[in-house]
């Protein structure tokens, strides 16, 4: 916790924010029906086999939905609050910030809570689980696809400068529960050190991140954020 005394000014959240209880996505225990998610996570695999795929996100809504934010969704919320240049850049796509309380959000890769015509482009919730239909459909009748971003796609427009932009303003930059391996998400670390940042890593593990960060604190940030504030 020697990093304490950073955490004033503005403050920027980026990672995921793991519920602890669950496989991560890149973890160990991530399989369902033998997939990998990254198996399923493409529109290859979408274009291939719509039912397949949505039976996985199907799976991952009900036990989503079933998750509770957990103490470091709350002191996210908390810091929002304190800080208000406070910006939450998350990569997790679970609507648990949401759910806690976070008011001012970048999803940098959607939310499976959202949908989005494969035809029509139309972009709408829907929050079901189960869904009573699978594969969904738009009202336009094309195939309904989940509104997140899978490998090979571009970030929702904007979606990245508005980052860059929270990042370039940050004294400091916290990043919580991520890899670091995904771009262009993982990307930020370096900018935002680049920027003047102090860049703190709160994560279980040694990640790709953990060479060039400021600070790092080591355990579950359900533990770690709410005695940072
Ligand atoms: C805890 C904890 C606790 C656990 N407390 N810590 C070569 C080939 C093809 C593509 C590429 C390539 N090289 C680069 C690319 C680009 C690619 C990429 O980055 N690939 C790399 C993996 C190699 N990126 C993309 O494709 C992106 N788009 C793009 O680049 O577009 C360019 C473009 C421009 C113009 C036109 C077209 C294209 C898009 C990336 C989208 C990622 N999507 C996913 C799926 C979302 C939907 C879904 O969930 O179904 O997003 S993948 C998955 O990874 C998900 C996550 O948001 C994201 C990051 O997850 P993360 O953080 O890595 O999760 P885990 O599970 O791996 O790690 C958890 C961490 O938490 C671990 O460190 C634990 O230790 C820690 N932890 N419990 C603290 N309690
Ligand atoms: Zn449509």
Aim: net charge positive; charged share 25%; with cysteine.
């Amino acid at each position: 916790m020697a990093c304490r005394g950073h955490v004033a000014g503005r403050l920027n959240g980026c990672g995921n924010l793991r519920r602890e209880w669950r496989a991560t996505f890149r973890g160990a225990g991530g399989l369902w029906k033998d997939y990998k998610p990254e198996e399923l996570a493409n529109a290859e695999a979408f274009a291939k086999n719509p039912k397949l795929v949505w039976e996985w996100y199907n799976h991952r809504r009900e036990i989503i939905a079933k998750a509770l934010p957990n103490p470091g969704h709350k002191a996210l919320v908390e810091f929002e609050k304190r800080k208000p240049r406070f910006t939450l850049i998350t990569q997790n796509v679970d609507g648990l910030h949401d759910r806690a309380g976070s008011g001012k959000i970048l999803k940098l890769h959607g939310d499976i809570w959202r949908m989005k015509c494969t035809v029509c482009g139309a972009n709408w919730p829907d929050r079901r689980t189960p869904l009573p239909r699978l594969p969904p459909h738009c009202q336009c009748g094309g195939l309904a696809r989940p509104n997140v971003v899978w490998f090979g796609e571009p970030l929702a427009d904007g979606m990245m400068k508005e980052a860059e932009h929270a990042v370039t303003s940050a004294q400091v930059f916290l990043v919580i529960g991520t890899s670091a391996v995904v771009l262009p998400a993982a990307n930020l670390v370096p900018y935002a050190r680049k920027a003047g940042a102090k860049v703190i890593e709160i994560n279980t593990e040694e990640t790709a991140a953990t060479g060039m960060v400021d600070c790092v604190l080591r355990g579950p940030a359900g533990d770690l954020l709410p005695r940072l504030l």
